[in-house]
T-cell receptor
Framework: QKEVEQNSGPLSVPEGAIASLNCTYSDRGSQSFFWYRQYSGKSPELIMSIYSNGDKEDGRFTAQLNKASQYVSLLIRDSQPSDSATYLCAVTLNYGQNFVFGPGTRLSVLP | ETGVTQTPRHLVMGMTNKKSLKCEQHLGHNAMYWYKQSAKKPLELMFVYSLEERVENNSVPSRFSPECPNSSHLFLHLHTLQPEDSALYLC??????????????FGSGTRLTVV
């Protein structure tokens, strides 16, 4: 099993809809979880971090973490065409000693 | 300048050339990283430096040689590369060697093409 998995997409949603991005991870010892956004030809930028079970909201973004089920998700409300990018999930493994990225999900928000 | 800066932005080199990538961070972080990003593959960690000491080398071929002269600067020396080494090379920094609490700040990357 791969350490961090994401659906590669593309995930297409209409403008104004909610985009839901999912990530699963293999290491039950993982403690820190991050979502990065990467526009084509650009470097990743950190948009959300979450460390505890439950939801964390920041503007239009909500990160959800369920450690028992080993998944973390990112919801984008009122999606805009400018949200079109690849979203990378990153997870610390081995109780914080390693930091692994998923392959990313490409999101396309259609005007 | 602020953040993490990488130079050059683009590099084309022959398989027999020697070149170096440079990274500089202005964030006061104490850890720096080199990542490789190839098409349709996850980001691959290459090297980690914490407090200028190399703490991880993920079985990277010896044709890649890192150097960290101080906590603000990181280099990746390249020699006798192969075409499959063509990729986007990203530098990142963090406070703490695993980025556990704060995540990474990435540079803009160097797009490397080996011909």
């Amino acid at each position: 099993q791969k350490e961090v998995e994401q659906n590669s997409g593309p995930l297409s949603v209409p403008e104004g809809a909610i985009a839901s991005l999912n990530c699963t991870y293999s290491d039950r010892g993982s403690q820190s979880f991050f979502w990065y956004r990467q526009y084509s030809g650009k470097s990743p930028e950190l948009i959300m971090s979450i460390y505890s079970n439950g939801d964390k909201e920041d503007g239009r973004f909500t990160a959800q973490l369920n450690k028992a089920s080993q998944y973390v998700s990112l919801l984008i409300r009122d999606s805009q065409p400018s949200d079109s990018a690849t979203y990378l999930c990153a997870v610390t493994l081995n109780y914080g000693q390693n930091f692994v990225f998923g392959p990313g999900t490409r999101l396309s928000v259609l005007p | 300048e602020t953040g993490v800066t990488q130079t050059p932005r683009h590099l084309v080199m022959g398989m027999t050339n020697k070149k170096s990538l440079k990274c500089e961070q202005h964030l006061g972080h104490n850890a720096m990283y080199w990542y490789k990003q190839s098409a349709k593959k996850p980001l691959e960690l290459m090297f980690v430096y914490s407090l200028e000491e190399r703490v991880e080398n993920n079985s990277v071929p010896s044709r890649f040689s890192p150097e960290c002269p101080n906590s603000s600067h990181l280099f990746l020396h390249l020699h006798t590369l192969q075409p499959e080494d063509s990729a986007l090379y990203l530098c990142a920094s963090s406070q703490g060697s695993s980025g556990t609490n704060y995540g990474y700040t990435f540079g803009s990357g160097t797009r490397l093409t080996v011909v």
